[in-house]
């Protein structure tokens, strides 16, 4: 049998004249070639990393910085050429900071608990108005992709839909216009940037929501997509308003609730879990949303 210990000279690695994130700075425009040198000159006086070095210099910024990163580890992101998009994008707009490790944290239970037992559907839902279940549902859709799972993050608020608005959609058609058959599957919109990540907006607003998430064509749908994709988020409507999020979770199978410090009430959570409960459908946990 073949010896596979590793020895002292298998961990040794060449050393690298400069950074390759250096190197994508200049290629960027960022930086100059003369700048770059600076750069490492400084760094290796300060024992600094080399993001830290150029941003102490003044010649970068924490946003340029992030960008480099994104394409030195092919890990997609938003940068300011993005206007157009919500910064309440943060895993998109932000994916370094402590509130996007936390959401990553969060993809990684709910891989454990549910995605990885094959499920492919989850409903996020919130009690009260307000609680943040757009942010968290459209958040937790970036994550999913940005580790390269291929995600689909629907928005079934049929009353207040708010992922059209955050991801700067044009298209005024979605769920409610397959549900009432006057569209098709190609009102599903990719997202620059991100090629796991796609976005079904909830489309015309109808006087009629909860029948409208009722029908047959909603449960087949989901059955779709669950074989198209490795990851589902349904975005809905809170339990304080309306029952369509039982209707939701009933397809899906699953339920992620989202509170807000301040904001959401202890009777109207536990009447929610009631309500979800009452579907069959598991709830995987309560998210605390401080954002």
């Known amino acids: ?97 402590d509130a996007t490790e936390k959401l990553r944290n969060l993809r990684s239970q709910l891989i454990v608990q549910w995605f990885a037992q094959n499920k492919k559907t989850l409903t996020v839902v919130g009690s009260t108005k307000g609680d943040g279940c757009s942010f968290v549902c459209a958040n937790l859709a970036i994550v999913f992709s940005q580790l390269g799972a291929k995600t689909l993050l629907i928005d079934a608020n049929l009353r207040a839909p708010a992922q059209a608005d955050l991801f700067n959609l044009k298209n005024k058609q979605g769920l409610s216009d397959i549900l009432a058959q006057r569209a098709n599957l190609d009102v599903i919109q990719p997202i620059p940037n991100f090629i796991d990540l796609s976005v079904l907006p909830a489309g015309t607003i109808p006087p009629n929501p909860q029948e409208m998430l009722s029908r047959p064509l909603f449960s087949k749908l989901m059955n779709i997509f669950s074989t198209e994709y490795d990851v589902v988020l349904v975005d809905t409507a809170a339990t304080e308003t309306c029952l369509d999020a039982q209707t939701v979770c009933a397809r899906t199978g699953a339920a992620l609730m989202v509170t807000r410090i301040n904001h959401s009430q202890h009777e109207k959570l536990a009447e929610a879990k009631k309500l979800i409960a009452n579907t069959g459908a598991k709830i995987l946990g309560v998210v605390v949303n401080e954002y």
């Open 1 to 97: 049998m073949a010896n596979h210990n590793l020895t002292d000279d298998d961990l040794k690695f060449p050393l690298q004249p400069f950074s390759q994130i250096g190197t994508l700075l200049v290629e960027f425009g960022k930086i100059t070639r003369s700048e770059l040198d600076r750069i490492i000159q400084y760094q290796a006086e300060h024992h600094l990393r080399f993001g830290e070095a150029a941003i102490k210099l003044g010649f970068v910024t924490a946003e340029d910085i992030n960008e480099a990163l994104s394409q030195q580890f092919d890990f997609p992101t938003f940068n300011t050429d993005f206007s157009g998009f919500s910064r309440d994008l943060i895993a998109a707009f932000e994916p370094f900071t």
